[in-house]
């Protein structure tokens, strides 16, 4: 009999075991459900961050679509709920963490190890992108690709999937160093765009580096644009032959998942039973000589997976730092607001206090008269 899903409806029904990361708008934690004790993932995210980035129709985009994935390599939803202050996503935990976290630690990966990863990412886009309705990741990185038990892969955050409803789509989004050409010209996308990032996913995975990553936006928009690849020396021919036909310009010019998947380098490695096979060495491709490529930029130096995680973090953290400032500086007017209308408030108190003793004092001064007044009339009395 197959066990039933992890079931919530509140946090209450929730054991919050570990925080997993934090970010702006919220966190993800390592729970267990009271009911069954079965481990999640909780993506916690904070609803008035959402409203006020106006991020909730992503956000629906992200549930629905992951409601409606029914595969082994990817990440399920299980649950969502919501209360007061934040939406709470129910998802399949992943024991193994991020590919980015393996990728870190090994610095890079075999050809074998390369080869399976590329292949289990594969298998979920061959789903996505044969769907009735096709769906495009758009975002795919180490950093959401988890690993199960069995050091498989599973592909998450679909934050900015979408369903390609028309030919086209022109949504700037994803992540900087693995945007297609199409995406930064703006000239719309299909499926392709994600055959493009996993040429992109395969040199990081191959090489510990970013393809096109550079120091500043200007340059990585114009490598990823206009500039040939740099493959390292000592990097196997079909694995290099597989990145150059992923990552081409042209997005018609790209292989299908399909193809991709039956490629040489995938068919070799994968079955391999460990570690490389044979290695080329074929120096830099034609027009990238001298460390300089076809399109005359210089081969500066690519920044390391790492570096550019934390460059990516950095920036977040620079816009994270800008909506905390803002929301400082809004905090900062609306209690000199309240400090106004208390000083007014104050004034007007005192007003009216001042007010009250002048109305007191008249009303002394007229009992007073009164009292005189009445003595006059008894002494005239007494006198008559």
Same mark, same amino acid.
């Given at each position: 009999?197959?066990?039933?899903? *992890? ?27 009271? $009911? ?33 994935? /029914? ?26 963490? $991020? ?20 292949? /289990? ?9 044969? =769907? *009735? ?12 690709? =988890? ?34 050409? &199409? ?40 490598? @990823? ?6 493959? *390292? ?9 597989? @990145? ?40 830099? *491709?034609?027009? #990238? ?30 816009? &994270? ?26 004034? #007007? ?30 002494? $005239?009395?007494?006198? /008559?």
């Amino acid at each position: 009999m197959a066990s039933q899903d *992890p079931r919530a409806k509140g946090a209450e029904d929730l054991q919050f075991e570990k925080c997993l990361g934090r970010g702006y708008f919220g966190e993800v934690w390592q729970a267990q459900t009271k $009911s069954d004790h079965k481990a999640v993932a909780v993506k916690k995210v904070r609803l008035q961050l959402i409203l006020e980035n106006q991020l909730l129709d992503q956000l629906k985009r992200e549930v629905n679509i992951l409601y409606s994935l /029914q595969h082994p390599r990817i990440v399920r939803l299980y649950f969502h709920f919501e209360d007061k202050y934040f939406v709470y996503l129910g998802m399949e935990f992943c024991i193994g963490g $991020s590919l980015f976290d393996k990728l870190q630690k090994a610095e890079k990966f075999t050809g074998q190890r390369a080869a399976t990863y590329f292949l /289990q990412t594969c298998e979920a886009l061959d789903y996505l992108h044969h =769907l *009735p309705d096709k769906v495009i990741h758009r975002d795919i990185k180490p950093e959401n690709i =988890l690993l199960d038990a069995n050091d498989s892969a599973k592909l998450a955050d679909f934050g900015w999937a979408n369903l390609l409803e028309q030919d086209k789509r022109s949504t700037f989004c994803g992540t900087l160093d693995y945007l297609a050409p &199409e995406m930064i010209r703006g000239t719309g996308h299909d499926e392709s765009v994600d055959m493009w990032t996993m040429g992109v996913l395969l040199y990081e995975m191959l090489t510990g580096q970013s393809p096109f990553g550079s120091q500043s936006k200007e340059t990585t928009c114009k490598r @990823i644009v206009h500039v040939d690849l740099l493959f *390292p020396s000592d990097m196997d021919q079909s694995g290099r032959d597989l @990145i150059g036909k992923l990552c081409r310009k042209n997005p018609t010019e790209r292989l299908k998942v399909r193809e991709a998947m039956t490629h040489e380098f995938v068919v070799r490695f994968h079955v391999a039973e460990a570690g490389e096979t044979s290695m080329s060495h074929g120096g830099y *491709p034609p027009g #990238a000589e001298k460390g300089i490529t076809a399109a005359g930029d210089e081969d500066l130096p690519r920044p390391s997976v790492v570096a550019r995680k934390l460059r990516s973090e950095c920036e977040k953290l620079g816009g &994270e730092k800008e909506h905390l400032m803002q929301a400082i500086q809004n905090m900062e007017d609306q209690i000199q607001k309240q400090k106004d209308l208390l000083l007014d408030a104050e004034a #007007a108190i005192q007003n009216v206090r001042k007010e009250r003793r002048e109305v007191e004092a008249l009303k002394q001064e007229q009992l007073k008269r009164c009292d005189e007044l009445a003595r006059k009339i008894e002494d $005239s009395k007494i006198q /008559q």
